[in-house]
């Protein structure tokens, strides 16, 4: 079986909250709140990093040789969810944990480079 770094699998558990805490503000939060909170590009890009963030944990999981360049963009969407949070009302639990688990992935990124 394939152990990964503790460092992998602290980034593996950052992806898989910032998965389940951006699906949950989208189909909570987001359409309870409506207005700004269900603007096309704000849905698509929590919904974006929902799912780049489950895809980044399982290159990892399974200990892709990928896993770094994935990472990387797992980071830049995070980000930018972040920023798009940052402007709306009750989000900044989301934001915070956008950019954990940026922080995450970038160290995984450069660890791979």
Do not use: K, W, Y
């Amino acid at each position: 079986m394939h152990h990964q770094s503790s460092e992998m699998q602290n980034c593996i558990d950052a992806c898989q909250t910032c998965h389940m805490t951006c699906l949950q503000m989208a189909a909570t939060h987001c359409l309870e709140m409506g207005g700004a909170h269900v603007e096309p590009a704000h849905m698509r890009l929590m919904l974006d990093c929902a799912q780049i963030c489950a895809t980044a944990a399982d290159f990892m999981a399974r200990g892709s040789a990928h896993h770094a360049h994935i990472c990387r963009e797992c980071a830049e969407i995070c980000r930018a969810c972040a920023e798009s949070c940052d402007r709306l009302d009750g989000m900044q639990d989301c934001a915070d944990i956008c950019r954990r688990c940026a922080e995450s992935c970038e160290a995984m990124a450069s660890e791979g480079a």
